[in-house]
């Protein structure tokens, strides 16, 4: 079992192999492939720093604790109807995302978010909405 934040749940759909440093990246790559590799693994929801956060480098401030990244997992959260301390299935978060996120979500729910520009978590959660699921990371 995983323990993810909200805003991971929409980071793992735009994961392209790009990240804050080697040692995150090859982490980010991991769950990655595993939830995408068997959707049955299940997930707990958890608020604040995750199995993803565990690899944030530590070069100055350190971004997992920042309030604005609380207030986006709680919008995410919110948005495709789950709670901290719920234990789900990947498949079945897909689910949520599929039934309650279109791709221009993306915009206003991730804002501030410094890989928005990218464009490739719109494409994420259009990959979901097609049934299609995770994209494999090369």
């Given at each position: 079992m995983y323990k993810l934040r909200g805003h991971?749940?929409?980071?793992?759909l735009?994961?392209?192999g790009m990240g804050y440093s080697e040692?995150?990246?090859?982490?980010?790559?991991?769950?990655?492939?595993?939830?995408?590799?068997?959707?049955?693994?299940?997930?707990?929801?958890?608020?604040?720093?995750?199995?993803?956060?565990?690899?944030?480098?530590?070069?100055?401030e350190y971004h997992c604790l920042d309030e604005n990244i609380y207030e986006r997992d709680a919008v995410i959260l919110q948005r495709i109807g789950l709670e901290?301390?719920?234990?789900i299935?990947?498949?079945?978060?897909?689910?949520?995302i599929r039934r309650s996120v279109v791709p221009?979500?993306?915009?206003?729910?991730c804002e501030t978010c410094s890989w928005r520009s990218y464009g490739v978590c719109e494409e994420g959660v259009q990959d979901i909405i097609e049934g299609k699921g995770l994209r494999e990371v090369k």
């Open positions: 991971h749940l929409f980071c793992l735009g994961y392209r040692e995150y990246v090859e982490n980010m790559t991991r769950i990655h492939q595993k939830l995408r590799e068997n959707p049955q693994i299940k997930v707990q929801l958890v608020k604040g720093p995750d199995q993803l956060c565990e690899k944030y480098p530590n070069s100055g901290i301390g719920q234990v299935k990947w498949e079945e978060i897909e689910s949520h221009t979500d993306i915009q206003t729910v």
